[in-house]
């Protein structure tokens, strides 16, 4: 079934360890983004990728990073994770950048302890 | 309507009634507009979008209109079944032109399906 896998399904991490969530998707869409999905407030962007190669910050950006060497993988990193980044992650494409839907994976919930 | 803090509003719909979801989006020069439904320990799944050159668009069960001059959006969901069971949000978009990525999330609406 054509979509977006994201692994692991959930981690416990421990402070100061470094992380990276992995994202593929086998719709061949140009765009994906990394969102942070937290208690009583909505989706916020980390990183984005507009196509292969290429990559931009999104409102949250500060202790992640992400690359983009394909089409279909868009891997985010903690370098040194922190509590503050206990959260769901989401991750997304779209056909191209603005006004056109996302599709979402399952997401990655991540604890930090 | 849009969540405030950390509780989701509520709707509870008797089975096989319809159902209205209401969002409130922020920015006037947003154009193109989606609803999501998302499950528990789901992603978000696309529902329906629409475009700000259009009031209302149908797809299956689903209806959403755009009322543009006070910036409301609404979901509606026709005889709604257990499965609709979900938390609903919108995302807005600015600018078909602009090649921006910046989608805006609301926080959603938690709908409850009695039986």
């Known amino acids: 079934i054509a979509g977006i896998t994201q692994a692991p399904t959930s981690q416990i991490l421990a402070a100061g360890r470094r992380m990276t969530l992995r994202c593929t998707q086998d719709?061949?869409?140009?765009?994906m983004y990394w969102y942070r999905q937290d208690l009583g407030l909505g989706l916020r962007l980390i990183h984005y990728?507009?196509?292969?190669?290429?990559?931009g910050k999104g409102e949250v950006p500060d202790g992640y990073s992400v690359s983009r060497a394909n089409t279909d993988d868009f891997p985010l990193t903690l370098a040194s994770a922190v509590p503050s980044q206990t959260s769901v992650y989401f991750c997304?494409?779209?056909?191209?950048?603005?006004?056109?839907?996302?599709?979402f994976g399952n997401g990655t919930r991540l604890t930090v302890t | 309507g849009e969540s405030v803090g950390l509780h989701l509003p509520t709707l509870s719909v008797q089975e096989g009634d319809n159902s209205i979801i209401n969002c409130a989006y922020s920015?006037?020069?947003?154009?193109?507009f989606i609803w999501y439904k998302q499950e528990s320990g789901k992603g978000p799944q696309f529902i329906i979008d629409?475009?700000?050159?259009?009031d209302k668009r149908q797809g299956q069960r689903v209806t959403v209109l755009l009322n543009k001059t006070v910036k409301h959006l609404s979901l509606q969901i026709a005889a709604t079944q257990p499965g609709d069971s979900a938390v609903y949000f919108c995302?807005?978009?600015?600018?078909?032109?602009?090649?921006?990525?910046?989608?805006?999330f609301g926080t959603g609406t938690r709908l409850k399906v009695l039986a």
């Open positions: 997304a494409s779209s056909e191209r950048i603005g006004n056109s839907p996302l599709h």
């Open positions: 719709m061949r869409h140009n765009a």
């Open positions: 990728s507009n196509t292969a190669g290429t990559t």
């Open positions: 920015n006037s020069a947003s154009d193109y």
């Open positions: 629409i475009r700000s050159n259009m």
């Open positions: 995302a807005e978009n600015i600018g078909e032109n602009s090649g921006t990525y910046k989608y805006i």
